[in-house]
């Protein structure tokens, strides 16, 4: 059932002429219904307003399954970067306590209504941790593809200023619309605002910052995913970690996961009797991210010298040049 809150905005915008905002609203209803189970009702909807949009020679969503909004305008343009991913949880490989997390905020969000209903909050509020590359990034979007929710990223460039109190005032910006629009929300990098208070190169301006953060997300009540991510967990202040509903811990594939990637990335491409074991031994101590540009370089040098299948020798010579890569850069950063 419609909340109050979307039947009001539903009349309001019909009211004001706002074709966007009220066919904004129709599809968030249609997405809400689609979530509850009601998925003929959910259909009707969208086909309602795709001939509604039809008849006014607006394009329609086709295809699209997410919940399209209005993009961001004005000043919280500037703030947050707005797309609808479609990816799904099969797509990642995952440990297993991981994923089972990941399957229980998925599963909750569905049910929202049913635990509001009986007083319980569904999870919502997650901290990301883990080194460059283990997929804290492609989670955001996989939650977001999951619930059929838009992914709005935190642009931190446009959020943190030098001029005192700038950057509360913009944060609030972020929160406030978490009310109005519910979506992903993601804040990466975001040691670069919750960095502890008190650390040597700590300002004024940092600690308000930080101040202002925990405030906000301690009030938000809104039915948005928070999702916030650091490579750098043992800088962010301790305060931060009791206000999310979990936390969710990223690390480098063993030997095991990063053959299960391999086979799923160039198992139709490659020839039979490739030891993706083998390989993987070789990919050991990459990440996720680091592995799979292994593997897309592999395809690429084989679409251009034309070769039908990918061998063995193919695949370890891009993954050892990524290998090296690797290395290399440990080198020069230690």
């Known amino acids: 059932m419609a909340s109050a809150s979307q039947l009001i905005a539903l009349l309001k915008s019909h009211a004001e002429g706002d074709d966007e905002r009220f066919y904004s609203v129709a599809m ?7 979530r509850i189970g009601h998925g003929k009702l959910a259909e009707e909807l969208r086909a309602l307003v795709d001939q509604a949009k039809a008849r006014r020679g607006l394009p329609p969503k086709g295809g699209d399954k997410t919940v399209p909004i209005g993009r961001p305008r004005g000043e919280l343009a500037e703030l947050l970067g707005v797309s609808y991913p479609g990816n799904r949880l099969g797509e990642m490989v995952l440990d297993d306590h991981l994923e089972y997390q990941l399957k229980r905020v998925i599963r909750e969000q569905r049910q929202a209504e049913r635990l509001l209903s009986h007083g319980l909050a569904p999870r919502r509020k997650l901290l990301l941790v883990g080194p460059p590359g283990t997929g804290k990034t492609l989670t955001a979007a996989v939650l977001a593809g999951e619930l059929g929710l838009p992914l709005l990223q935190v642009r931190l460039d446009g959020l943190i200023t030098k001029y005192m109190g700038e950057t509360a005032a ?27 208070r008190g650390l040597a190169n700590d300002v004024g301006e940092v600690r308000r910052i930080l101040n202002s953060f925990l405030q906000m997300i301690e009030q938000d009540e809104s039915h948005s995913l928070i999702v916030a991510a650091t490579n750098h967990p043992e800088i962010l202040d301790q305060a931060l970690f009791r206000r999310f509903d979990d936390i969710l811990h990223y690390g480098l594939p063993d030997e095991a996961r990063i053959a299960a990637l391999l086979k799923a990335r160039l198992g139709r491409q490659a020839r039979k009797g490739v030891s993706w074991n083998r390989l993987a031994k070789k990919a050991k101590g990459l990440s996720y991210a680091e592995i799979v540009r292994a593997c897309d370089e592999a395809l690429k040098e084989a679409v251009i010298e034309q070769k039908k299948h990918l061998s ?18 440990n080198n020069q950063t230690n």
């Open 28 to 34: 968030q209803l249609a997405a809400h219904e689609a």
């Open 170 to 196: 913009k944060l609030r910006q972020v929160f406030d619309a978490t009310d109005r629009t519910r979506g992903v929300y993601f804040f990466d990098e975001f040691d670069a605002i919750g960095s502890q």
């Open 312 to 329: 063995e020798p193919d695949i370890r010579l891009a993954i050892e040049e990524r290998a090296e890569a690797r290395s290399r850069f």
